[in-house]
């Protein structure tokens, strides 16, 4: 499932780890940071003249797993729901099959 921070979002986050967990299914997390948000990120980081510290692909990604993972935390407290947070770096409509 394709996870982004919205309200409604979030509640199909919850509506499908329950279902889930009934039925004993995987569930995957998706986080997907557009190449527009990386870019956009990228180049304030690069403005900061006092930190000497790179913003590329892979803590793009390590950035939107861990915002799936909140959103996991958040939404499934109190459940027994396992699942696994990925992130991903480019169109989420590329990394949903």
């Known amino acids: 499932m394709v996870v982004e921070g919205t309200e409604s979002t979030k509640e199909l986050v919850r509506e499908a780890g329950e279902l889930a967990e009934g039925v004993g299914a995987e569930l995957f997390l998706l986080h997907v940071t557009t ?36 959103i996991g935390i958040e939404m499934f407290d109190g459940l027994d729901v396992e699942y696994e947070a990925i992130g991903a770096l480019g169109d989420s409509a590329l990394h949903v099959k």
Do not use: C, H
């Open 35 to 70: 190449e527009e948000q990386f870019s956009e990120y990228a180049t304030s980081m690069a403005d900061i003249p006092e930190r000497n510290v790179g913003y590329g692909g892979k803590r793009a990604r390590e950035g939107a797993r861990l915002f799936a993972e909140d």
